[in-house]
C-alpha cells in the first residue's frame, strides 16, 4: 500500500484489466479493493518464518513459534489475497478474514472460491468481533490497514485516486488505526501481530508497541512482526 512515485492520469492497469499477481496466484482487483503490491507480500514470509517454513529456496526459516494448525486473522483483507496466500501456504491453519467494506469482502469471496481457499469471512471493524461472534482469538494476526498520510511531501494523489480512500488514509499520520489495532491486541494477548507500514513510520509504532507491552522480532521491507511475551 506504499504511495506510487511515479506520476499516473489514467486509471491503473489491474482495474482496466481487473485482476493483479499476488504471490503466484491472480486475484480479482475492482475499484472496492486496494491493487496487490509487492511489499505486502513480505506479510506472506513473514508469517511463514514464525511457522518454522521456508519462503525462498535455500532460506533458512526460523524456528517454529506457530501451532501446527494456526489460526490465522487477516485485518482488513480487500481483495482476500493476504488470507488466501496464507491458507494456500499454511494448509492445516484456520484463516479469517475481516473487513469494514460489504464490497470488499464480496471480492475475497470471489477469489477464495476461484482458489479453493477455505477462508472464513467477517464484516468487523478491527478486532470487534474477535470473541464476540464464533471467532476465537488467533495465534497470528496480520495487517495491512489504511496507513498513508495525507500530508506526505512525496505523495501522488493522482496514482491513488482510483483506488478507495478508506483502505489507503488514516489519521495521526497514518497511525491511527495501527495504534488501535495494538491496542486491541495487547488488550487480547494475541500471540503474534504482522503488520505493514511505511518505514518511516517504524520507528513511531515499534515504540508504541513497546508501551502496550509488545516485543518487536523483526523488520522486513515494509512489514513489521511483534510478539506478547508469554509469561
Known amino acids: 500500500m506504499s504511495a506510487a512515485s511515479s506520476r499516473q492520469t489514467s486509471a491503473p492497469q489491474a482495474y482496466l484489466d481487473g485482476h493483479q499477481d499476488f504471490y503466484g496466484r491472480d486475484y480479482i482487483v475492482t475499484p472496492d479493493v486496494l491493487i496487490p503490491r509487492p511489499e505486502t507480500e513480505q506479510v506472506i514470509d513473514a508469517v511463514l518464518n514464525l511457522a518454522g517454513k521456508p519462503y525462498l529456496p535455500g532460506v533458512k526459516p526460523g524456528p517454529r513459534r506457530l501451532p501446527h494448525n494456526p489460526i490465522i486473522l487477516d485485518v482488513g483483507t480487500g481483495s482476500g489475497c493476504i488470507a488466501i496466500t496464507l491458507a494456500k501456504e499454511l494448509p492445516a491453519a484456520t484463516v479469517y478474514a475481516t473487513d469494514i467494506s460489504t464490497a470488499a469482502l464480496k471480492i475475497a469471496q470471489k477469489n ?18 474477535v470473541n464476540t461472534t464464533d471467532m476465537p482469538t488467533p495465534d497470528v494476526l496480520v495487517a495491512n490497514l489504511p496507513y498513508v498520510d495525507p500530508d506526505w511531501e512525496w505523495l501522488d494523489t493522482a496514482a491513488l485516486s482510483y483506488e478507495p480512500d478508506i483502505a489507503l ?32 513510520q517504524h520507528r513511531a509504532i515499534i515504540k508504541y508497541a513497546s508501551k502496550k507491552g509488545l516485543q518487536h522480532l523483526e523488520t522486513r521491507w515494509f512489514i513489521l512482526t511483534f510478539c506478547t511475551p508469554q509469561e
Open 112 to 129: 477464495a472460491a476461484i482458489h479453493s481457499a477455505p477462508i472464513r469471512t467477517v464484516i468487523s471493524d478491527l478486532l470487534e468481533k
Open 169 to 200: 488514509y488514516a489519521d495521526d499520520h497514518g497511525l491511527s488505526l495501527i495504534k488501535k489495532l495494538i491496542d486491541q491486541a495487547a488488550a487480547l494477548h494475541i500471540h503474534y501481530l504482522v503488520l505493514e507500514a511505511d518505514p518511516t
